[in-house]
């Protein structure tokens, strides 16, 4: 199995910045891509930033320019910078990761427990 363990979350006002850190452990084989969702009240969640193995990003479009994703693969571990952030941004935010394991030799994805991010004034 593996555990995702999320950290950064936090009150914020407008304009000010986070940063949000998931480290990944257990029988981990391979991390072919880690993430960050985001689930705002009343809403479905939605992929924020995505890496994959070879540091390929993907954003949605409303955090471009503004959030940073990168990667330790020493430490399993990934980040995202958030940076301007404005009210729109108040979420649970939650890490994925998408992982083979060593035992069970399986691939499926795994998720962290959420962290919450409010921007407030």
């Known amino acids: 199995q593996v555990q995702l363990v999320e950290s950064g979350g936090g009150l914020v006002q407008p304009g000010g910045s986070l940063r949000l850190s998931c480290a990944a452990s257990?029988?981990?084989?391979?991390?072919?891509?880690m993430g960050w969702y985001r689930q705002a009240p009343g809403k479905q969640r939605e992929l924020v930033a995505a890496i994959n193995s070879e540091a390929g990003t993907k954003y949605a479009d409303s955090v471009k320019g503004r959030f940073t994703i990168s990667k330790d693969n020493a430490k399993n571990t990934v980040y995202l910078q958030m940076n301007s952030l404005n009210p729109e941004d108040t979420a649970v935010y939650y890490c994925n990761a998408d992982v083979r394991t060593l035992v069970p030799p399986v691939r499926r994805d795994y998720w962290g427990q959420g962290t919450q991010v409010t921007v407030s004034s």
């Open positions: 257990g029988s981990i084989l391979s991390i072919y891509s």
